[in-house]
């Protein structure tokens, strides 16, 4: 990290208590953030010193991090500013020095913040500041208000009268109590806990689709207003046909001014009764809202970034097909249907372009025919676009006809591959080949491995977001990146099969050394070996440290570098193996040898001993579920095929804060309404479902006009929250050529909610 100044014990308690981490661990985690360490690399190898915190506690301390440090450099900033007005007493350092929030900090400069000229700054400059002080002070004095005030009339000055002279102090008055810290915390609270967002219709604004409709007269608690529908609101506030306030009893904001302000009553408590009327109608009101819209922005984006980072994180983990020669084909009507083929590599071999659906069938057929037998093609990957269905049972079709039952065939999502294909990486991978044909080759290796193909991809594209547009773009990108530099290095990547797109994820590699690592690599050869990633340019020791473990090495001259033991405990292997008798090989080949192994004579931590018995178990193993591919219904293939009552198979494409979209094979995806997903109460659909699994759902309504499709999981839900799918798993399809079918998992769900949520949003249309 580029800022490594030291926390003080102060913060870092606080920080321990707000993550609910020991000291130690804390501390730890932080040298090692300084020392350059990246978050996979700590979270794997580094349990001993971080007491096995996982990636998700580690990112939250580089955030909490982050955020106090910028908090000291913002104190530091603040005090010097203060101290060069000459304004910075004991109390006031103590008060700016012992703060945790930057909100507060702000809140305590606010005073000493240089301001634009207000009516305050000219009641100033007409000499009114004694009198101001006079009425702020609340103390019984020689002179009456009435006859202070009198000394300050002065023509010259603009003040003709008693009442001028009394307003400007006022003014002044309504200011001070403005920039009255303890004052704002309170009204922030208050406009929190009591306030409500109120959404109207803007006059004469046209919602063209009636996408906005649920929000035209529509209120809502701030405290309880999940981000999808604040999200919304603001959408629709941005295209110009919304407008919300947040909307309070300004008695209870003016009594809670009263309360921190007045103190005994005097000739100066009427001044300061309008004095504080005033600084909330017009200072506080306004003010306060601001930062509270802020505040609701900020923490919608939040939940909204989350959402994207969970289906992200799930898309990337989808369960890959695996090394097996592939058949892509990117469908089309009139312009037919592009196809490419890949090895089991993913190595592109050969391309052409069939039109099944405009009377040229059985030429398609021979086509197609010819490509799967000189190719060995294992499986047929579908883009999910345009004339899909129509393309999948033409495919269906061949595959019966042709009698090639070692070959099964699926529909892939195609988010993305147009973008992929009009990429730079695209032109770099393929610079002579169409966009379409990339597309077709992007469609391919996705079945093959999402993960590789996915990282070429702007997780924008990818459209598994909520409201991803609208958030702060800077934190989604470094959210995203995170998500996918975590996906990356869970699984491990192939040294010498793996793109440079897929490389710069892996931990301690920037771009630049993916790069070489590949130029390396088509000059040298394979890497035989770990130890050659060194004479990469750029892989010095501290990169060699983060990295080594997560790349991968088959068929090398070390068997460990096929797995995830670390080469910095390749030496305890070895003491391991001398232990037992047996070379590293044999043990790998016989895992039961490894119960024998006295832990005791040991000197490792005992996390690290057993990630190193894990892997030794399972060498290479690939976290990811083994790959089920989804049956469509044969005889739904448009929308208006879908009626309700039906019961269908789907994959799961996009899970927000509301639901979950599933596609059902007809273009249109269908939302499960969060109160849909579960017969027992949930709090997020995260809790039953994940972006690329595959469910079982009901249809309830099918609407052609508004293409919107509501499904039901419930309804498959046996009386207990047992699937009903599972109680009668005999009957559910065989697998597909070899590729085991999964049972259903039993999905958690919930009793009914706010069904209006299905009319906030967009539904996603391909």
Not at 157 to 175: C, F
Request: hydrophobic letters at 40%; one cysteine or more.
């Amino acid at each position: 990290m580029n800022d490594s100044r030291p926390l003080s014990p102060q913060i870092l308690l606080h920080i321990a208590q707000l993550l609910n981490v020991s000291l130690s661990s804390l501390v730890a985690t932080i040298t090692l953030l300084d020392e350059g360490g990246t978050v996979p690399f700590i979270a794997r190898y580094r349990k001993e010193a971080t007491g096995a915190l996982d990636e998700v506690k580690i990112r939250d301390v580089e955030e909490k991090l982050e955020y106090y440090r910028d908090l000291l450099s913002r104190r530091e900033s603040i005090l010097a500013s203060i101290a060069e007005q000459e304004k910075l007493t004991d109390e006031l350092r103590q008060k700016i020095e012992s703060t945790l929030d930057k909100g507060e900090l702000e809140d305590l400069y606010l005073p000493y913040r240089p301001k634009r000229r207000t009516k305050a700054t000219i009641a100033r400059d007409r000499g009114l500041e004694p009198l101001a002080e006079y009425i702020w002070s609340q103390q019984i004095a020689a002179q009456t208000l009435l006859e202070f005030a009198a000394t300050f009339v002065d023509e010259s000055r603009q003040v003709a009268s008693i009442g001028d002279a009394l307003e400007g102090a006022r003014h002044i008055v309504a200011e001070r109590i403005a920039d009255t810290a303890e004052v704002r915390k309170a009204l922030r609270q208050m406009l929190h806990d009591e306030g409500v967002i109120a959404s109207r219709k803007v006059a004469d604004a046209v919602d063209v689709q009636e996408k906005f409709k649920m929000y035209y007269d529509y209120r809502e608690a701030v405290k309880t207003i999940p981000s999808h529908r604040m999200l919304a609101i603001r959408r629709g506030e941005a295209e110009s046909v919304l407008y919300f306030m947040i909307e309070v009893d300004p008695l209870r904001a003016t009594g809670i001014m009263r309360r921190h302000i007045l103190g005994p009553e005097g000739d100066w408590t009427a001044q300061l009764d309008l004095a504080i009327e005033d600084s909330w109608s017009r200072l506080l009101s306004s003010s306060i809202q601001s930062e509270l819209r802020l505040e609701l922005k900020k923490r919608s984006d939040l939940d909204a970034i989350q959402v994207f980072r969970d289906n992200l994180n799930n898309l990337l983990l989808a369960p890959p097909a695996g090394p097996i020669g592939v058949l892509g084909i990117d469908p089309g009507l009139r312009t037919g249907c592009k196809i490419a083929v890949v090895d089991e590599t993913g190595k592109f071999l050969a391309h052409d372009v069939i039109y099944p659906h405009t009377g040229q069938t059985a030429k398609a057929r021979q086509t197609l025919a010819h490509l799967v037998r000189q190719h060995q093609v294992r499986a047929i990957a579908i883009g999910n676009g345009t004339a899909s269905r129509e393309t999948d049972a033409f495919v269906r079709e061949f595959l019966a006809e042709e009698h090639l039952t070692g070959i099964f065939k699926v529909m892939v999502s195609e988010s993305g591959a147009s973008i992929y294909s009009a990429s730079d990486v695209a032109r770099q991978e393929f610079p002579d080949l169409d966009l379409t044909v990339r597309g077709a080759i992007s469609i391919a290796r996705r079945l093959q491995d999402p993960l590789s193909e996915l990282v070429k991809v702007d997780p924008k594209s990818i459209g598994v977001g909520q409201y991803q547009h609208d958030v702060d773009q800077r934190q989604l990108q470094q959210s995203l990146a995170a998500t996918i530099e975590s996906c990356v290095n869970k699984v491990g990547v192939d040294l010498n099969t793996s793109s440079w797109t897929l490389l710069r994820y892996v931990a301690g590699i920037t771009e630049r050394m993916a790069l070489n690592i590949v130029q390396f690599r088509d000059e040298n050869g394979r890497f035989t070996s770990r130890e050659q990633l060194k004479k990469v340019a750029g892989v010095g020791t501290k990169t060699f440290e983060q990295a080594a473990g997560f790349l991968r090495i088959r068929g090398g001259s070390q068997p460990l570098d096929a797995t995830a033991v670390h080469p910095e405990s390749y030496a305890l292997v070895e003491q391991i193996g001398a232990e037992l008798g047996a070379p590293i090989q044999q043990i790998i080949a016989n895992p039961e040898l490894l119960d024998c192994v006295d832990r005791s004579k040991f000197a490792a931590g005992a996390f690290t001993f057993n990630d190193i018995l894990e892997e030794l178990r399972k060498p290479g193993r690939d976290p990811r579920e083994k790959f089920v591919a989804p049956a469509f219904h044969e005889g739904v293939r448009e929308l208006a095929d879908v009626q309700p009552g039906m019961v269908l198979e789907g994959v799961v494409t996009n899970v927000t804060k509301f639901g979950a979209f599933v596609d059902i094979g007809v273009h249109q995806d269908g939302l499960v309404h969060i109160s849909e997903l579960s017969n027992r109460y949930i709090k997020d659909p995260n809790e039953a479902v994940k972006a690329g699994q595959i469910v079982k759902v009901k249809v309830l309504t099918a609407d052609l006009l508004t293409k919107r499709i509501a499904l039901s999981m419930k309804a498959m839900m046996a009386p207990m929250g047992r699937p009903a799918a599972e109680a009668t798993s005999k009957q559910q399809p065989k697998a597909r050529a070899g590729i085991p079918r999964a049972a259903s998992k039993p999905a958690p769900l919930q009793t009914m909610d706010d069904k209006l949520a299905m009319l906030s949003v967009r539904w996603k249309v391909r």
